[in-house]
């Protein structure tokens, strides 16, 4: 199974500030076919279910606020938060879909400092 | 918009069956997955399975063996079966709809949402 590590396991950050989560997966999640990364990003806030923020990497879905933003290609990347707002304290995961079966990373606590 | 409503006990004993529906309204079944993810106490997020409409399933090779998925599309419900649980199987668990990958031989999962609002079991004697 690809294994997938996020980092820092914790992030205190201030409100207004940016915040950057990043995730490596322990091999490439790129697709050689189609020049796709088979890489998603989510949001848990305590007591939620997951929510869907990212797909294909970089991709945000429909609803998403715009201070989101994710990028990186093969094994490396990261999930941006532009300015922190109160309601973006969450636990943030990010899942490789290139292999069976898929796997999620072990989890990002951000917190407000 | 599509909306996961699930249920099922919620307090199991060792070796006894975990047994979970989820209800999906607002759309369709085909053309994607219909999903279980769990999330033991505190933890990450591990994939068990899904089903397609047709009946089609992939299930995780740890869970394979005690796994049973079903779909019935005139209920719009989908359902989940683990037996012989130990105290290892207590999580919340999660239905979701899942894209549908296709790579290989066989279709896999890609991305879920949306997810339904999770059912937390506890295994213990």
């Known amino acids: 199974d690809i294994v997938m590590t996020q980092s820092p396991d914790s992030l205190p950050v201030s409100l207004g500030e940016r915040a950057t989560i990043n995730c490596k997966s322990s091999q490439s999640v790129l697709s050689s076919s189609d020049n796709k990364n088979f890489l998603s990003w989510y949001q848990q806030r305590p007591g939620q279910p997951p929510k869907l923020l990212i797909y294909?990497?970089?991709t945000r879905e429909s609803g998403v606020p715009e201070r989101f933003s994710a990028s990186g290609s093969e094994t490396d990347f990261t999930l941006t938060i532009s300015s922190l707002q109160a309601e973006d304290v969450a636990v943030y995961y990010c899942q490789q879909y290139y292999s069976f079966p898929c796997t999620f990373g072990q989890g990002t606590r951000l917190e407000i400092k | 918009q599509v909306q996961l409503q699930q249920w099922g006990a919620g307090l199991l004993r060792p070796s006894e069956t975990l047994s979970l529906t989820c209800n999906m309204s607002?759309?369709?079944?085909?053309?994607?997955?219909w999903s279980w993810i769990r999330q033991p106490p505190g933890k990450g997020l591990e994939w068990i399975g899904e089903?397609?409409?047709?009946?089609?399933?992939n299930s995780n090779p740890s869970l394979k063996s005690r796994l049973t998925i079903s779909i019935d599309t005139s209920k719009r419900q989908f359902s989940l079966r683990l037996n012989s649980v130990t105290a290892a199987d207590t999580a919340i668990y999660y239905c979701?709809?899942?894209?549908?990958?296709?790579?290989?031989?066989?279709?896999?999962?890609?991305?879920?949402?949306?997810w339904g609002q999770g059912t937390l079991v506890t295994v213990s004697s």
């Open positions: 294909w990497a970089s």
């Open positions: 607002g759309g369709s079944f085909s053309g994607y997955f």
């Open positions: 979701a709809r899942a894209a549908v990958m296709v790579r290989g031989l066989t279709p896999t999962p890609g991305w879920f949402a949306p």
């Open positions: 089903i397609s409409h047709s009946g089609f399933t």
